[in-house]
Nanobody, 127 residues
Framework: QVQLVESGGGSVQSGGSLRLSCAASGYNPTRYCMAWFRQAPGKEREGVAGIDSGAYASYADSVKGRFTISQDNAKNTLYLQMNSLKPEDTAMYYC?????????????????????WGQGTQVTVSS
């Protein structure tokens, strides 16, 4: 059974940093797209960053230059390093995975097509 478990969320002041982790168990495909999403209260879910099995990364414009997605295949863990955090980054952050393709399709940020989701970790940024 595939399980994705996020951790690393918390409360920080504006300008601070956090690193989120997503530990995958029962899941070790040779091809995949894994991604981080976020959803703030009253807002739609937003794709933040995606990475494929070739380590090609994609980012939402709102986080480019501040967030970095990475993976440790040996630990089966996905990371999201978040720097220069802003109050508008406040949201529940989720990781997701799919192994239909060996790349993240152009529609990845919609969240459609991802088979597996974690339960989320809360990030709160105060001004």
């Amino acid at each position: 059974q595939v399980q994705l478990v996020e951790s690393g969320g918390g409360s920080v002041q504006s300008g601070g940093s956090l690193r989120l982790s997503c530990a995958a168990s029962g899941y070790n495909p040779t091809r995949y797209c894994m991604a981080w999403f976020r959803q703030a209260p009253g807002k739609e879910r937003e794709g933040v960053a995606g990475i494929d099995s070739g380590a090609y990364a994609s980012y939402a414009d709102s986080v480019k230059g501040r967030f970095t997605i990475s993976q440790d295949n040996a630990k089966n863990t996905l990371y999201l390093q978040m720097n220069s955090l802003k109050p508008e980054d406040t949201a529940m952050y989720y990781c997701a995975a799919d192994d239909f393709y060996d790349y993240c399709p152009g529609s990845w940020s919609s969240g459609r097509g991802f088979s597996y989701w974690g339960q989320g970790t809360q990030v709160t940024v105060s001004s």
